[in-house]
């Protein structure tokens, strides 16, 4: 090959799609003319607001804490990404490590620039938050809610834009139904996303509560916190009639199967080989999943 051939030769793209590729739209950061095309710039810290609206809301302390000694020791490695706010700029990712510069010392910090709407933001910040695993399940579920609400997604393209199953994300939507009490035990991270699900199958909202309540106070496993439930929603007057039969073990391990694959409350009847599947849907984004994960 000539050099001529090798100067032609095209340069080959960056390995990984990063959140450019899975927001469309978001345009490249600004570059400091005065440095060559770098796509961060250094900003006050004090210049830096975060997002009172964004998916993230809590933050472990002893987490923090070890952030603040990385960065006293290496600086900030990767820049913090926000979008303009008129002479400031607001956050749409990276506020443990604008919390931890703060800590440290730090009065400026690497940035890029995002020229985007305020849900473009949140959707780029729920992104960020996924692909880091930084959200507790309940703030992810209402990230996603706000985002079927706000951007009028169905199920399907919000699955299409954040890069999760559609079934994850109905069965993680359906975690909203838990009575607030159980929503701010999985917030404060006292109830796993595992122990949530279980408690969904509860039934009614005193028995979820009284359950999430037994569960931190007994430090319930998973499994056991499933047993707990099913034995009270199998008691419950408005899930069980008289007469009605006892599931057997082998029927309520098919029932927490097929739970678990279709994202969905399921129901057996069943008398001598004959009887009645009853699968119950809370919304038509929810059935097309449901649809979706039988038919395909």
Not at 32 to 41: A, F, L, N, S, V
Not at 142 to 150: D, N, V
Not at 192 to 199: N, V
Not at 255 to 281: F, P, W
């Amino acid at each position: 090959m000539t050099t001529a051939e090798k100067s032609r030769k095209p340069t080959r793209p960056a390995l990984g799609r990063g959140l450019d590729a899975l927001i469309p739209g978001a345009k490249t950061a600004e570059r400091r003319p005065d440095t060559g095309p770098r796509e961060y710039m250094m900003c006050p810290v004090a210049r830096i607001h975060p997002d009172a609206d964004q998916p993230r809301r809590s933050f472990d302390k002893e987490s923090l804490d070890e952030m603040v000694v990385s960065i006293r020791e290496q600086g900030i490695i990767q820049p913090l990404i926000v979008r303009r706010t008129g002479e400031d700029y607001e956050l749409i990712a990276g506020e443990r490590r604008w919390r931890a510069a703060q800590l440290a010392g730090l009065k400026e910090v690497p940035i890029v620039i995002k020229d985007v709407t305020e849900l473009q933001a949140f959707e780029m910040a729920l992104v960020e938050n996924i692909q880091r695993e930084d959200l507790n399940p309940i703030e992810e579920a209402e990230a996603m809610q706000r985002l079927l609400k706000e951007h009028h997604y169905t199920q399907a393209q919000l699955s299409d834009r954040i890069g999760r199953d559609r079934s994850t994300i109905s069965n993680s939507i359906r975690l909203l139904s838990l009575p607030q009490d159980v929503r701010r035990m999985v917030l404060d991270r006292e109830l796993t996303e595992g122990h949530a699900r279980a408690i969904l199958m509860a039934g009614s909202e005193p028995a979820m509560v009284a359950l999430a309540r037994l569960a931190v106070r007994k430090q319930f496993s998973v499994r056991a916190t499933e047993s707990h439930a099913r034995q009270l929603a199998e008691g419950s007057p408005t899930k069980k009639k008289a007469g009605t039969k006892v599931l057997s073990p082998q029927v309520r391990s098919l029932i927490e199967r097929l739970q678990k694959t279709l994202g969905a409350r399921v129901e057996i009847a069943d008398r001598r080989g004959k009887g009645r599947l009853s699968i119950t849907y809370t919304s038509y984004e929810e059935l097309d999943s449901i649809l979706d994960r039988i038919l395909r």
